[in-house]
């Protein structure tokens, strides 16, 4: 039996979300909201990467993602990169940046943080503390959290826990 690869159809107009983190394609979706779109979308899991061994892919026609998805991202995959197709050509391709301040992205759990407060709406901050593995820390309260404790604010849905084996 002869070995053949395997063969993702360019797409014509839209978004591709390249090296991202082996298992994260769905939950990237999800998150940005992404898996609402009616769009035509290829996904690809645990697809072979040359640079990281396994890296997931995402393909998707007429999509063009905002600043608060690529941020989402880069939170979650550090190692991403965003091209913006048109006419068949990429005509922008850029690394997704975790930023050092992480602002109204997250959901801070403890109770008594002032960001939780419902007489003064403060939005949350969080500094990186670490980017691989991630930790980041409340500015308010000093919580410190780990990826898989992160709980995200989406304009989309309702919080989202994110629920993902760790690879360290």
Not at 46 to 64: L, P, Q, R, W
Request: charged residues 30%; contains cysteine; proline residues 3%.
């Amino acid at each position: 039996m002869s070995q053949s690869n395997l063969r993702i159809d360019r797409i014509h107009e839209g978004t591709v979300i390249d090296h991202i983190d082996a298992g994260y394609a769905l939950t990237i979706l999800n998150l940005t909201g992404l898996d609402e779109s009616p769009n035509l979308m290829t996904i690809g899991v645990n697809v072979s990467s040359k640079k990281y061994g396994k890296k997931d892919i995402i393909k998707i026609e007429n999509v063009f993602l905002d600043k608060v998805q690529m941020q989402m991202i880069s939170i979650l995959s550090p190692n991403a990169t965003i091209s913006l197709i048109e006419n068949d050509s990429v005509i922008k391709k850029e690394s997704v940046n975790l930023p050092n301040i992480i602002k109204k992205l997250i959901a801070c759990k403890t109770k008594t943080c002032i960001s939780n407060s419902q007489k003064e709406p403060i939005d949350t901050e969080f500094i990186v503390l670490e980017e691989k593995p991630l930790k980041i820390q409340c500015v308010f309260c000093d919580r410190i959290y780990k990826l898989d404790e992160i709980n995200f604010k989406s304009r989309r849905k309702k919080r989202k826990k994110i629920r993902q084996r760790i690879l360290l």
